[in-house]
């Protein structure tokens, strides 16, 4: 076992896989970056180039790139609201707002920092994981996948910062949108008004891009300036600050970390809900939740972290079962089969050096992408003190190709530039965006499992222990604010309350 | 200190967004392999003009050059001559596609098995359609739907072609909502796959025949959505063979493989091909064949089924034959609807692209763009009442 594993790490360094992993990784974050095309992208496209390569170098060349994605999806998403891949959606929340008060450098820091743990993290978790994980992914089915979106859900009512019914009602706002759509279960589609294009519900990448990025530089555009209003302390300190900063929250980070490596892991929940439920977890744990969306730098490393951590969830389950954890592991699947490899139990057996060179190279691209994310960081902070007639029209330029990308679709720009105007209005009159994006991300696939649990269980599915125990969880997260409450209310009046203390 | 930003920090920007607008401008170009091998595609282009007799040939021959005028006076010279001898059948317009840019258009997102076959065959459709540039363009949505419509409504040039899923057919014979296509009147130009369809069950189920299947109170079904493919096979194959079935939709790719393993759902119906690793690694068994070929102890859905109901087995072997259509807008000028053919054809029969498909576990059994279009007309081709069948089974839940 150690000898495979010093094997692997080994096969990392030799040439010509070093280079393609760093050639990998630099395409990689740079495909990442531009808003609309993302990591699944990026890997049809270099499948093509893995004909005739042996083992090693592809999965440099394609780990390397697909482990970073998101560390590069997460520089767009802080200097101009837009995210480069959907799930970073979530790191606008927070890390846009840190570029706001122009601490640039400091939300660098923390993006690149967490990213890099995270992905450490979900490869070393791969390792360990793998004999456990028969039985983990055996005992996730639909009615633990509805229940796992709905703590998420709950934790959307914390979004509402210093107002909760208008986080509420965003949130169910996006509830509603997420109900757009053909219904899988039924195939009726709902609030379809007879356009093809809305069967399959609004993408939320769209959303995203308009609520975020367009609406950012229509306010721009309005008030001038530039997007760091306020003075800054120098931006390398501001590295340095941003990087401690992952290490003191460093409970969090892990936590997060995890979060992300379990939905990884199962395939049904989709991986795009791991910076959500990342997020929401920070938010809910947090001791101050009413400040998230103004800046928190705990609400910018959770996604981070989760959302790299999460593909090493991912290629566990697709290595030990040859069931895709995630969309971006089914086209690595190709991969395999070009290269003469049959993914599941053989793999363990036959290929255990390669297990172990896949989980390092992930392990170090991240570290390498957030190098040079780091590395860059001064410069593109810089970008943030431009004049805004300058940034708008290439902002903007990049949120439209970014959303005529998703599916080639014109249509799509109308939601774009719908979302942005209503993101606008949001901003101008104190109503949080994040609770939209998480509604319209977890109505979805709460529907759907939902609607799959109850056709395969009835709804006896409550009382599968699993479901049951994330069932008490919500009920714990939704009641404690309550009692909370209620005891301060009764304090207020100068009762003391009988039985005390947390 | 804080300092302006100076002209050259605007310098560096602009030049990092050109470099980022190259890149995405050859991501556009997407899955096309390096340039190495487009010029050994450029030297081998120039064979093919000199080994083929036919007469429209030689002046392709030089697959970058602006036309000179020598070779402009050729073809003219070549076409008179070219109409005698051959018979009164249509020639196919290469020249037309040198210098154009053709949408191969997937029906599906980037990374399915549907675009997997398009960016294999794009390269070498480029290849045998000299100074044409194949672009591989994802349109997904509405279960291939979007995909078809926007095929079917492309001008009529001949720049324009793609590949979805032909359960469109049993789609459009249920008639579904938001189609706008016709599939009889598309043109066809090839079929690059058959792949038979396997039912499996779960092997520590307690179902080992059809029969089973029949006698069992409810058999729970995994399938992706309503509409698609899984969920219509399962249904069509319930209301051929007689068993009771409950579909449970929502399984996306191969989670319906997990649920099996979890025992969550009896079974599900798939390519035979992407079963196998499940039937090899003993989670599940094969039940019944769909298709034209056998498999060696698993019996086909032709035998099973009641005579009455042979016009749906007929439809669903036909399903299974035409695995991999592709096919180009309606009235599109027959010389370049024969180019189409002629290079897909020839794409299909490259020795390169045929190691390629057999290394990535792609079966090719090229069917001719005639045969195709034959076996979905006559798919389409429905009576009355059978037409009604299909549109209460598949719209049942």
Redesign the interface.
Known sequence: MVEASLQGLAAVFVWPNFGLMILGAL?GM??G??PG?GG??F???M???V?GMNPYAAFALLLGGHAVVHTGGAISALLFNTPGTGPNAATCFDGYPLVKKGQTGRAMGVAMTASAVGGVFGAAVMIGVIPIVRPI??AF??PEFFMMIMVGIACIAFLGGSTPVKGLAVGALGLLLSMVG??????V?RYGFGL??L??GVNQVLVVIGLFAISEMINLALKGGSIADQ??A?VSGGLTTGMLDVFRHWWLNLRCAVIGVVIGLI??LGGEAAGFLAYGHAVQSSKTPEKFGTGMIEGLLAPESAHNSKEGGALVTTVA????GS?GM??LL?AF??L?I?P??KMMTEHLPLVFNMAWTIAIANIFGAAVGLALAN?MA??T??RGS?LVP?VLLFAI?GGYGV???MFDLVIVLFFGVVGYYMKKYDYPPAPLIMGLVLGKMAE??L??AM??YGVEFIFRPITFVLLLVILFIVGLPLVKATRAAFGKRGVTSAGTTA | MLRQPRMWHLGIFLSALLALALVAGCAGTAGQPSAPTKSTSEQQSAKPAQEKPEPTKPAQATPSAKPTPAQAAQPAQEQPKAQPTAKPEVQADVAFYNGKTVSFIVATKPGGGYDAYARLVAPYLQKYLPGSTVLVKNVEGAGHIIGANTIYAAPADGLTLGTFNKGLIVSQLAGMEGIKFDLAKFVWIANAATEPRAMVVTAKGPYKTVEDLIAAPEVKMGGAGVGSESSNDALMAAAILGFKVKMINGYAGQEADLAMMRGEIDGQIGTYSSMKPLIEQGEARAILIIGKEDVAGVPNLRQKAPAEKKALVDLMESQAQLARVIAATPGIPEGRAKALRDAVKKAFADPELLAKAQQAGLPINYMSGEETGDLVRAALDQKPEVIQLIKDIVTKK
């Open positions: 395409i740079t495909v970056f531009i095309i699944n992208f890997l049809a496209m499948i093509p180039f004909f992914v055996m089915g639909p053909q219904d899988p279960s039924t195939g589609v093809l294009d069967w399959g003075m800054a120098k395939p049904g079962f040859g069931v895709p969309s089914a086209i190709g089969l070009i003469g049959t599941g139990p410069q810089k970008l003190y431009l300058i290439l190709l599916r080639n679709s759907t499992n609607n799959m056709d395969l």
